[in-house]
């Protein structure tokens, strides 16, 4: 089974803190994906990787950075924390491209509170 | 950019009663997949359309891709307390590889 393992559950921090969302899958995915998930507004793509080093802004990038040194591991950065920020963000990946490989498998997602 | 949209947002129905939602993205899609969110967990994989106009169904879902391949439906027949959950549709706008997911539809089965 692919695992997609997201390293924290909840978190709580203060605004202006620089919060880093860690992301390991163990299938040898190509793609990695990093969305937020608000009420109403379904699942929004913040950044999307399809290579190590190589990354792609999704529709809400603001505030954010992404990491991808390794291919298993994808990291969320949030340079200055913001109330505004305060959601569940939801890690993901697929193996390719491909129509027959695209399925996108998800971690459990981390619940961010930002006060 | 694009936008996909479904509705209804929220849907309570009765056990045994049948239920629907639809998605339409502002931009023609390649494929379309859907997934289901349990209450508390994350999305999972249901399936993937492909076709212009196609029809997959699994058991009690059916899913259909429109003709023009904007628009999308998922079907469930006399609904169980199982089906309990939030159903996205999602998919990349033709010439991108990233996925967009719809707002989601939230459905309540009451026993």
């Known amino acids: 089974d692919v695992k997609v393992t997201q390293s924290s559950r909840y978190l709580v921090k203060r605004t202006g803190e620089k919060v880093f969302l860690e992301c390991v899958q163990d299938m040898d995915h190509e793609n990695m994906f990093w969305y937020r998930q608000d009420p109403g507004l379904g699942l929004r793509l913040i950044y999307f990787?399809?290579?190590?080093?190589?990354?792609e802004k999704g529709d809400i990038p603001e505030g954010y950075s992404v990491s991808r040194e390794k291919k298993e591991r994808f990291s969320l950065i949030l340079e200055s924390a913001s109330t505004n920020q305060t959601s569940m963000y939801l890690c993901a990946s697929s193996l390719s491209l491909g129509l027959q490989r695209n399925t996108i498998y998800f971690g459990e997602g981390s619940w961010l509170t930002v006060v | 950019g694009q936008q996909v949209m479904q509705i209804p947002q929220y849907q309570h129905v009765q056990e045994g009663e049948d239920f629907t939602t639809y998605c339409n993205s502002s931009t023609t899609l390649s494929n379309i997949q859907w997934y289901k969110q349990r209450p508390g967990g994350h999305p999972v994989f249901l399936i993937q359309?492909?076709?212009?106009?196609e029809v997959k169904k699994q058991k009690r879902l059916t899913f259909q891709f429109g003709e023009a391949k904007k628009n999308s439906s998922l079907h469930i027949t006399a609904t169980q307390t199982t089906d309990v959950g939030t159903y996205f549709c999602a998919g990349p706008a033709s010439g991108t590889y990233k996925y967009i997911f719809g707002t989601g539809t939230r459905l309540k089965v009451l026993a």
């Open positions: 990787s399809y290579d190590v080093k190589m990354k």
């Open positions: 359309l492909v076709k212009s106009g």
